[in-house]
């Protein structure tokens, strides 16, 4: 089997946190010009990839800047920053479990995205922890939802990266989760829910459909209260989009604040950060890959709903 060849370094630092987008264009292709398939590749609207290369904001793997003629080079790499959008800031600080040489643990807040992506670029959590801990080659091993708080597990060496993914990818990472939904006393529990969950892109939430379970998590009731709420322990043995979200829903007790399930609510404006969604990463154990160490954290957040419900619901 042929080895992919790496690709080359980057010739733009970081900006804020966030490491510059990198482009290879197809082997094969109808262009004439790089900006021709950027211009349809990204789809930005409003002439944003024309203004780009007006401002020489393209780049190649000699650090030059791209002109608009630049000639189509299949398998050529392509580097630029995604444009500063105006973010609202998320007003959560950021927690650290846990700090070594190896690895960073953090405790997120509801409303920050693990990861740039979309609309969410510098308030991330890898973007705040490189800018905060200056370490410009951390990388995440795993994702949380942005509107999920709790453990997540970052990597301080590249190369050592790879060694942490594939405990998630292989299972050998304990996971448990707590979330405050209803309290439905006809329901028995604990139970297991195993289902097959889809998301199609474009789509925002998931769904089940027939076929074989991809998904399983083991639900269970920690304490309930006359208000009608419970407080539930969730142990997913495998990571599909929206897993305890969608399988909590499909027990009929859908976790308070999500915006959705059982339905998909209007969009909130930026900024407005009332009600998170009641569900925590908890805790986190696992054995290192690299030093052999075995690993239990947990998550110092609390549920707003469980300790205030009228101070969580604005009441």
Not at 4 to 25: A, I, K, M, N
Not at 63 to 80: I, K, N, S
Request: hydrophobic share 35%; charged share 25%; net charge neutral.
């Amino acid at each position: 089997m042929r080895r992919r060849t790496p690709p080359p370094p980057s010739p733009l630092p970081q900006r804020d946190g966030v490491d510059p987008v990198r482009v290879r264009l197809p082997g094969e292709g109808r262009w004439a010009t790089v900006r021709e398939h950027l211009v349809e590749r990204l789809s930005a609207g409003d002439g944003l990839v024309e203004r780009m290369f007006e401002e020489g904001l393209f780049f190649g793997a000699d650090g030059q800047p791209l002109g608009r003629d630049t000639a189509y080079e299949p398998g050529m790499f392509v580097w630029f920053h995604r444009e500063r959008a105006d973010e609202v800031p998320v007003p959560f600080e950021l927690g650290i479990v846990h700090r070594d040489e190896h690895i960073v643990v953090a405790d997120k807040p509801h409303f920050l995205a693990t990861t740039p992506r979309g609309s969410h670029i510098t308030q991330t959590a890898l973007a705040r922890l490189r800018r905060e801990l200056d370490l410009p080659a951390l990388g995440a091993a795993h994702r949380l939802d942005r509107l999920t708080a709790g453990l997540v597990l970052f990597v301080v060496r590249p190369e050592e990266r790879g060694a942490y993914q594939t405990l998630f990818r292989d299972k050998r990472v304990r996971k448990e989760y707590e979330a405050v939904a209803p309290y439905d006393p006809a329901l028995t529990l604990p139970t297991t829910v195993r289902s097959r969950i889809v998301k199609e892109r474009g789509e925002m939430a998931a769904r089940e459909v027939p076929g074989e379970p991809n998904a399983v998590s083991r639900i269970e009731l920690v304490e309930h209260r006359n208000n009608g709420l419970g407080w539930y322990r969730l142990l997913p043995s495998t990571g599909q989009t929206h897993q305890l979200r969608v399988h909590m829903n499909a027990l009929g007790v859908p976790i308070l604040g999500d915006p959705l399930y059982p339905r998909v609510a209007d969009p909130v404006p930026a900024g407005d950060f009332r009600r998170p969604l009641q569900l925590l990463a908890r805790a986190l154990e696992f054995t290192d890959p690299v030093t052999g160490v075995e690993h239990r954290f947990r998550s110092g957040r609390t549920l707003g709903a469980w300790d205030s419900y009228a101070d969580w619901a604005g009441q």
